[in-house]
């Protein structure tokens, strides 16, 4: 009987169950009709379990609960023999019945355990059932172990076979074993002798390497003589002076080598080769530098594409040659300092031809224009002047920095003339690119820095004779600060470069100039300070020469010294503007009348503002001073130039015109007394506004300055008349000159009149 699903299930189900090791105890102890003792299947163990269960069951509980299905009928026909009921009765003893119920109803639940119950069969029938399945499948096995006999003989027979054949090859392999033994001995000879070749062989190849060195560093071959010998001086050439050299070196550096007869052999041919090469090249050279004294020749250029590419001869010299190599720097550098210096001095006779002059000793704010213009102004055009304190055009300069120098023959040719500033920057601008030219050759090619300042020497010695006869005649005092920032500026471009060959000279030229700004500031300082006052009085209350000089040139400093704050510079300039304000004053005390006074000072003042404001937003205190000034002079005209039309109406106000009649004063203010005043102002106010209208017109330069005064004077009268027309109020019976007043709005509208006019 073949076994289901259903039985291989439940034995699965009792060896998970948790008493499972308890149920097959039992099984093993059951004993059958034959008397022997069979092996418990899996489902009668679970089977004997169950029925222990019910029966604690029902000896503890009584009857067991008929809410699930009874077990009671299906285990009721189970028969136990006196010995097994005393084991299950010991056993039973042991066995604790606690939490049976629970268990009882998972198997109730339990599917393996549902589907056996739904069969209807009882324990003993499913339990012969199983056996009978187990002891089918055994005679099935047996049966297919029969059938297969032949097979397993055959087999048994193939693995003898195999064994024979295993026993063979273990003699074959054990006699290769002592074959390989022998082998590895001999192998272990042959590599020890192979190791001690190999030691030998390099022994031999590091002799034979020096000593292939050693003949090579000696040998002289018959190609590198006649090459040394015979040969121009050319690429090939100085890869031939390259091997010499690296010859001569062998030949002083190893002290064994010194004591070999093959080098003693050698040595005077290698002495030979090496005074033939430095003969040679040194006549190579000098023969190079004298083609740098050929005129219009573009040295530059000569050094670049030409000498560089020699750059080793002068090597092999430095090395080899000792004192050739100092005979040919001797020669670079004489020839250099000729050719430079002459260049030079030719370039600086060029410029001085093209040189405009600016200032004399006699151009100075304080000095007067009639004493200096009839003898020493007659031959030079007017419009050069303006440029002696007037910065203009020339701060382009310091824009021009990196342009091109001048070239003097192009500019001689358009009959062109700059002030000297532009000539200085084109000099030095020409300096610089030399000089760091010949800096960075005589770095690349002789490996020197030094020689350099060997040789400019000359060139910076013409440079200083030309500069030191025309400082001491340059009364220029813009053109030499203008000189001062473009000296800065040269500077920034050198440090740029990263070459500080010229950072000497450019120090020495700029602490040369400072001192002569100086000293020319000074002149015009004492020029204003000691000013003839009598000479320089105009009777003219228009600005004054002299005070737009100052202007000028005190925009033009403070223009030149925003970037660089000097304040040193700015210490100067106050300097200069207390001198100028007591000019001012002095010059403004020769008028007779107060007001010419006021006005001549209002036209300065305003005009000094002007310059300074056309100059730049830089004016800073200097401008606000003058500002101040000028605000507190106009305040002066104005009260002057009321008291000139309404003197009656303003000492009015100003002395009675805050009193109060109310109060009692000894002498309270009338009808009569007011009325007087009223009536004048109202016949002639209008024309009285006229006339200041065109005294302002003619008074000021500058209109925008006379109406802005105009207007504050018109401001203020409407200011005194108001004041007027409150105290009116205040008198008894003053409503009475009403009909006289004049109404606020009527000079608004005339006030408003003038103001349209501009």
């Known amino acids: 009987m073949p076994v289901d699903d259903g039985d291989r299930a439940f034995e699965g189900h009792c060896r998970a169950s948790p008493n499972g090791i308890h149920c097959m105890m039992i099984a093993w102890k059951k004993v059958e009709d034959e008397g022997t003792k069979v092996e418990a299947t899996k489902s009668d163990s679970c089977t004997l379990f169950i029925s222990r269960k019910v029966v604690a069951m029902a000896e503890v509980a009584g009857e067991a609960s008929k809410s699930f299905l009874d077990l009671g009928s299906f285990v009721g026909d189970l028969n136990v023999d006196d010995e097994t009921a005393s084991n299950l009765r010991h056993s039973s003893d042991d066995i604790s019945l606690e939490g049976l119920e629970e268990e009882l109803q998972e198997c109730q639940t339990d599917d393996v355990v549902a589907n056996i119950l739904s069969k209807g069969t009882t324990l003993r029938e499913h339990t012969k059932g199983v056996e009978n399945n187990l002891r089918q499948v055994e005679l099935d096995s047996i049966q297919d172990y029969i059938k297969e006999s032949d097979n397993l003989v055959s087999l048994h027979d193939q693995i003898r076979d195999c064994d024979m054949i295993l026993s063979q090859m273990e003699t074959l392999l054990s006699g290769f074993q002592e074959e390989i033994g022998s082998i590895s001995s001999d192998i272990k000879i042959l590599q020890e002798q192979s190791l001690d070749m190999g030691l030998r062989l390099k022994n031999r190849k590091v002799a034979e390497s020096k000593l292939a060195k050693f003949v090579e560093d000696i040998i002289v071959p018959p190609r590198m003589i006649d090459i040394i010998v015979d040969g121009e001086v050319n690429e090939e050439y100085m890869r031939t002076l390259e091997i010499l050299s690296k010859k001569l070196k062998c030949a002083d550096a190893d002290p064994t080598v010194k004591t070999s007869k093959a080098l003693k052999d050698v040595q005077p041919e290698l002495e030979r080769l090496r005074q033939k090469a430095v003969s040679k090249v040194f006549d190579f050279m000098v023969q190079k530098l004298y083609a740098l004294r050929k005129p219009k020749t573009n040295i530059q250029i000569l050094q670049q594409s030409v000498l560089l590419k020699y750059k080793y001869i002068l090597s092999f010299l430095k090395e080899h040659g000792k004192e050739v190599y100092l005979e040919v720097r001797a020669a670079y550098i004489d020839t250099m300092n000729k050719v430079l210096s ?417």
């Not at 610089?432 to 005589?442: G, I, N, P, R």
């Not at 800065?488 to 470069?497: F, P």
């Not at 205190?621 to 008291?643: D, G």
């Not at 109406?649 to 002498?667: A, C, M, N, Y």
Request: charged content about 25%; glycine content about 4%.
């Open 342 to 758: 002459a260049q030079f001095r030719a370039y600086i006779q060029a410029l001085e031809k093209l040189q405009l002059d600016i200032a004399t000793s006699n151009d100075l704010i304080g000095v007067e224009t009639r004493s200096t213009s009839l003898f020493l102004r007659g031959r030079e055009p007017l419009k050069n002047r303006s440029a002696v304190f007037a910065l203009g055009e020339r701060i382009n300069i310091l824009k021009e920095i990196d342009e091109p120098p001048l070239i003097p023959h192009i500019a001689e040719a358009s009959s062109k003339k700059y002030p000297y500033e532009v000539l200085f920057r084109s000099l030095h601008k020409l300096l610089m690119d030399t000089a760091s030219s010949e800096y960075l050759f005589c770095d690349d090619f002789y490996g020197e820095q030094t020689m350099f300042y060997d040789i400019f020497a000359g060139p910076l010695s013409v440079i200083d004779e030309h500069f030191g006869t025309i400082l001491p005649n340059s009364f220029d005092a813009i053109g030499l600060m203008l000189m001062i920032r473009i000296i800065h500026q040269h500077q920034l471009v050198m440090s740029r470069r990263r070459i500080p060959c010229l950072d000497s000279y450019l120090d020495k030229v700029n602490i040369a100039l400072w001192p002569r700004f100086k000293m020319v500031f000074d002149l015009h300082l004492h020029s204003l300070r000691n000013a003839n006052i009598r000479t320089l009085w105009e009777d003219d209350v228009r600005p004054h020469y002299v005070i737009r000089r100052y202007a000028e040139f005190t925009a033009s400093l403070i223009h030149l010294n925003v970037e660089y704050g000097d304040g040193q510079l700015d210490l100067n300039l106050e300097r200069l503007r207390m001198a100028v304000d007591d000019l001012l004053v002095k010059l403004a005390q020769m008028f007779a009348k107060q007001k010419l006074q006021t006005v001549f000072l209002i036209n300065n003042y305003d005009m000094i503002i002007s310059v300074l404001k056309e100059a730049g937003p830089d004016g800073g205190k200097i401008q606000q001073h003058f500002e101040e000034l000028l605000k507190n002079y106009t305040a002066i005209f104005v009260e002057e130039l009321l008291l000139e039309h309404f003197s009656d109406l303003i000492k009015f106000v100003k002395t009675r015109g805050s009193e109060d009649p109310s109060t009692g004063t000894e002498r309270p203010i009338t009808i009569a007394e007011v009325e007087l005043i009223v009536k004048d102002f109202a016949s002639r106010w209008k024309a009285a506004i006229e006339l200041m209208h065109n005294d302002v017109i003619t008074s000021f330069s500058n209109f925008l300055c006379g109406m802005d005064i105009l207007r504050a004077a018109l401001t203020q009268l409407l200011l005194y008349y108001t004041r007027l027309s409150d105290c009116i109020k205040r008198i008894n019976g003053g409503s009475n000159l009403n009909k006289d007043l004049v109404s606020i709005s009527s000079i608004m509208y005339e006030i408003r009149k003038f103001s349209r006019t501009f």
